[in-house]
């Protein structure tokens, strides 16, 4: 009976209970967790922003070791060591065969459901089903997922940093490297530099961009963004972020502009901050209730700008995890870097208080 940090109410602490785990269905496995980021994601569902079915198993940013297969699983063993990808890709469908594995068919419908590929969960308490976030559920000491949703890596990879890998730097980086077509030389602008906000910058830097301008409202923020690469810092708190941008890139706007916070104004910042001809991708997740106001219909084609959706980084996780472990242990990719604090399971609360106030980059839950 795994311990888990259980949503079960919008707006309550999130509670630490023993939940019933059933065995892997055909196409499954069991997954002793090792490590979990914790994500601003886990913090849009317990404040309502991101509404899923309740009560659910938080946590989508996780790494572990499979403990058990279910029929029919055969290109995976008991003892792999496995990211978890909270868009099961199955390689097969239409989005799949199309390089868009975010957009899979059956992984998104799961990871939307509370369930996994046939919508429903295999934790319960009392009889009564308990959901799993986003098809995975890893703020608890095992899990059961689709074995699609599994992305094989080295033993000697960390589990702290694999775990990161599998939202917020595929998320991130993905964001600049698969969405966006930066060039070499572009100049980028990233508001909000987060735990996925920092992979943009550091993913922007790898695909090119010579100017970098990160935006936050937190000053410590802005600091960690210059280690990952960010060439100017902006605090929002100052005012005009926008005009700073202009002033900072020739008076254009940058290239690419990346929203990674989820609010509508700075979605509409972003919109702004961007060049004629240029692309605003949009990262952060909004709540509901949000529309845009964006600019007279005849100016966007004058103008020619664009406005991208970005989901899961663009990423084909079956490919695109190995790179990040590669890249990691090539020195290019950084990680390490984005563990503010290493946690317990029973401190879920204060982590997820902790990324209200900013100052933290990524807590990551540590298993025994
Ligand atoms: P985070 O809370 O770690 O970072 C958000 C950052 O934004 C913090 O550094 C804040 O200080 C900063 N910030 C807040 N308000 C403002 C403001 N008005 N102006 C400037 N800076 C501000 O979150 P995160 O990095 O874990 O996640 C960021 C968003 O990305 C969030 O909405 C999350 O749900 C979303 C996300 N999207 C996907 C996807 O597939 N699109 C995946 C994972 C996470
Ligand atoms: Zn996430």
Redesign the pocket.
Known sequence: MPKAAVCTAVGAPVEIMDVDLASPKAGEIRVQLGASGV???D??VTNG??PVALPVVLGH?GAGTITELGEGVDNLAVGDHIVISWVPQCGACFFCERDQG?LCESGSAAAMSGGLLDMTPRFSRDGLPVFQMAASGTFTEETVIPAIGAVKIDKDFPMADAALIG??VL??FG?AVNTASIRKGDSVVV????????NTIQGAKYAGAERIIA????EG?LNTAKIFGATDTIN??DGD?VGKVFELTGGRGADVAFE????G??IE?AFQMTRRGGQAI?????SFDVTLTLMPAMDLLVQEKQIR?????GSNVHTDVPKLARLYQEGTLLLDELISARITLDQVNDALAN??S?E???SVIEYK
């Open positions: 994500c601003h994601s913090l849009s922003t991101l940013e975010e939202c917020g998320t991130g964001a508001i909000g530099c987060g735990g996925v906000g920092l935006v936050d409202m937190v923020k929002a708190s972020a990674v916070i989820g609010l104004a700075t910042q949009i990262v952060g997740v909004p959706g970005c989901w899961y980084g990324m209200s900013g933290i980059a990524r």
